[in-house]
């Protein structure tokens, strides 16, 4: 059974640096990607982008690049989505996501529960 | 990039069809056959109902059905039923070799 699991809830302050997780299982971990969509509260979803771990290929939305760094650990199924200093804006749900098709950046058939990151003073 | 357009919202008897639009441009839905779509619950992650366009998903109800014209793609709720009630959102690749979400769509089932 393919699983997508991701670390807990963050709380922090504005300037402070985060990294959260997403575990994959039961399924080839390297050949697929995984892609981050972030959920801001009450609104819709935003593609962040996505990092094959094969490929060592990672692409961004150009409303993302430069704000978060992707990264993966092959050899425990892990990737991870990165900020150097965070700001109230990032208040959000983040979503880690497999798509249906190797080699596809999108079409996200299997999702992890969401991690809750919550900035403030 | 824009987001895709979606409504924000529409409606529905149970029993009756629903078609939700999403419209994109000639450098994403217009270009590509990989529109997607997904449901959302409250409080849960999204599940994938559609993708290229029209193809269902293993155990995705045949009443999910979707279609794309020019710049504008479409999924069609055919019988709503009460457990519809959800917002849609809509999703494309695009020319940047990125993706993009559509706005999202409620759905109520009155």
């Known amino acids: 059974e393919v699983q997508l699991v991701q670390s807990g809830a963050e709380v922090k302050k504005p300037g402070e640096s985060l990294k959260i997780s997403c575990t994959g299982s039961?399924?080839?971990?390297?050949?697929?990607?995984i892609g981050w969509v972030r959920q801001m509260p009450g609104r819709g979803l935003d593609w962040m982008g996505i990092?094959?771990?094969?490929?060592?290929?990672?692409r961004y939305s150009p409303s993302f690049q430069g704000q978060v760094t992707f990264s993966v650990d092959k050899s425990i199924n892990t990737a991870y989505l990165q900020w150097s200093s965070l700001k109230a804006s990032d208040s959000a749900i983040y979503y880690c996501?497999?798509?249906?098709?190797?080699?596809?950046?999108?079409?996200?058939?299997?999702w992890g529960q969401g991690t809750m990151v919550t900035v403030f003073s | 990039q824009s987001a895709l357009t979606q409504p924000a919202s529409v409606s529905g008897s149970p029993g009756q069809s629903i078609t939700i639009s999403c419209t994109g441009t000639?450098?994403?839905?217009?270009?590509?056959?990989?529109v997607s779509w997904y449901q959302q619950h409250p409080g849960k992650a999204p599940k994938l109902i559609i993708s290229?366009?029209?193809l269902r998903p293993s155990g995705v109800s045949y009443r999910f059905s979707a279609s794309k014209s020019g710049n504008t793609a479409s999924l069609t709720i055919s019988g709503l039923q009460a457990d519809d009630e959800a917002d849609y959102y809509c999703?494309?690749?695009?020319?940047?070799?990125?993706?993009?979400f559509g706005g999202g769509t409620k759905v109520t089932v009155l």
């Open positions: 996501a497999r798509p249906r098709v190797v080699g596809a950046i999108d079409a996200f058939d299997f």
């Open positions: 039961g399924y080839s971990f390297s050949a697929y990607g």
């Open positions: 990092i094959r771990p094969d490929e060592s290929d990672t």
């Open positions: 000639s450098s994403d839905v217009g270009r590509f056959d990989y």
């Open positions: 290229n366009v029209s």
């Open positions: 999703s494309s690749f695009t020319a940047a070799m990125t993706s993009v």
